[in-house]
Nanobody, 119 residues
Framework: QVQLVESGGGLVQPGGSLRLSCAAS????????MSWYRQAPGKQRELVAQ???????NDAPSVKGRFTISRDNAKNTVYLQMNSLKSEDTAVYYC?????????????WGQGTQVTVSS
């Protein structure tokens, strides 16, 4: 079983920055593809950024150039650096760990952290 714990959310003014962290336990972290998703009120959960266990990162068009996903396998942690925040970035942000092994999908979610962008 994989446990994911997000932190770093909060209230920030438009144009500000936040860094989210997601600490993983209970698994071999480096073999999982890690992602950040978000869900705004009344909207579906959407992919923000992903960083595979090997390979290049992928960002949603709405955050490209503003958000950066990274991972530290030694610390079992994935980060989301968010700059130039906009009101439309307001959402609950979720960490996801995913691995497909021998046809079995292992898919885990954190509890989410609230990000509110408002003046």
């Amino acid at each position: 079983q994989v446990q994911l714990v997000e932190s770093g959310g909060g209230l920030v003014q438009p144009g500000g920055s936040l860094r989210l962290s997601c600490a993983a336990s209970g698994t071999i972290f480096e073999i999982y593809d890690m992602s950040w998703y978000r869900q705004a009120p009344g909207k579906q959960r959407e992919l923000v950024a992903q960083i595979p266990s090997g390979g290049s990162t992928n960002d949603a068009p709405s955050v490209k150039g503003r958000f950066t996903i990274s991972r530290d396998n030694a610390k079992n942690t994935v980060y989301l650096q968010m700059n130039s925040l906009k009101s439309e970035d307001t959402a609950v942000y979720y960490c996801n760990a995913r691995r497909l092994q021998l046809g079995v999908l292992y898919n885990y979610w954190g509890q989410g952290t609230q990000v509110t962008v408002s003046s």
